[in-house]
Structures are given as C-alpha cells and as structure tokens.
Nanobody, 129 residues
C-alpha cells in the first residue's frame, strides 16, 4: 500500500512562490501518473497539474488553465517524489493541495478524482492579498 505525504504548504503574499513536495513510501512511482489537486472551502476538489507515468508523445506534463505558465510539476521516480513549483501566486490559489498517484502504469493523466488510487492528507496553501 502506497502512502503519500505532502509538505511545503504555508502562507505567502500574492506574487510569491511556494514549492510543494509529495513523498511516497511502500511502492514505486515508475510508470505511474501523479497529479496535484486542490480544494478550496465550499468548492469541489479540482485538478491542478499532472505528469504522465508513460510518455509516448514527448509532452508529459498537463496543467489546468488557471495555473498554466505559473506552476510546474515534476516527478522523480528514484526518490518517489512529486513536486509542484508554484510561482506568481494569487489569492484564488488558496486551498488545501493534495497529491495523487495511480495504482497501475499508464500514459494518461486523469483529471478526475476517481482516476487515482492513492492520496495524501493534503497541505494548506494560503495566499494573502
């Protein structure tokens, strides 16, 4: 059973940066897709960014339109970590951020929660104006 633990959340002023990390134990990240989701108070959990486990096309990172150009996701299979570099943060980025991992090797990056088998407990990101 894979366990995921997020870290790196905190409070930052608008325009600032944060780097979130998700560290896994109990299993491998090889060929598995990993993503970050976020959930703001009173809202549904939404897809933020994902990286494909198997890359056929040369482009393996995918982003929600709201964060494209500001956030960057990367996956280190050796260290079983997934990071999310967040730059130019806005107050509307305030949410609990969760990392997620598929159970099986895949080239797809699901945008919905049901596509993932493992979840972390979340880390709070607060962006003040």
């Amino acid at each position: 059973q894979v366990q995921l633990v997020e870290s790196g959340g905190g409070t930052v002023q608008a325009g600032g940066s944060l780097r979130l990390s998700c560290t896994g134990s109990g299993g491998t990240f090889y060929s598995k897709s990993a993503s970050w989701f976020r959930q703001a108070p009173g809202k549904e959990r939404e897809f933020v960014a994902g990286v494909a486990g198997i890359n056929f096309s040369g482009s393996s990172q995918y982003y929600a339109d709201s964060v494209k150009g500001r956030f960057a996701i990367s996956k280190d299979n050796t260290k079983t970590t997934v990071t999310l570099q967040m730059n130019s943060l806005k107050p509307e980025d305030t949410a609990i951020y969760y990392c997620a991992l598929t159970k099986s090797p895949t080239a797809s990056v699901p945008r919905g929660r049901s596509g993932y088998d493992y979840w972390g407990q979340g880390t709070q990101v607060t962006v003040s104006s």
